[in-house]
Nanobody, 123 residues
């Protein structure tokens, strides 16, 4: 599994970004995928997750209603559409592949991690 996260950048508060997580190998296409983030000086936290077929999703309360996770199984890519961004969303965002097909929320349930993409929201 080789995960490549992209789409981060600098955006003003209230703006939007779409992150992409592409698995360059076809392995683990039947696994759940999650997004996590880590702000400077803070622990890594769960953001959103999607099950293997996209039928189940989970979101952290802090992003519920603003972020949307989706996946394109043909392109082997998972997306995180982030809307109404605020300064508290500033962090490095990581995608990861779960050990199971579920939309897992705990980092301990993930086995492969991408390199991260920086999201900075200016207020």
């Amino acid at each position: 599994v080789q995960l490549q996260a992209s789409g981060g950048g600098l955006v003003q508060a209230g703006g939007s970004l779409r992150l992409s997580c592409t698995n360059s190998r076809r392995t683990s296409s039947n696994n759940g995928v999650g997004w996590f983030r880590q702000a400077t000086g803070k622990e890594r936290e769960f953001v959103a997750a999607i099950s293997w077929n996209g039928g189940d999703t989970n979101y952290a309360p802090s992003v519920e209603g603003r972020f949307i996770i989706s996946r394109d199984r043909v392109k082997n890519t998972v997306y995180l559409q982030m809307n109404s961004l605020n300064a508290e969303d500033t962090a490095i965002y990581y995608c990861a592949t779960a050990r199971s097909a579920a939309a897992a929320t705990s980092p301990s349930l993930y086995s492969y991690w991408g390199q991260g993409t920086q999201v900075t929201v200016s207020s």
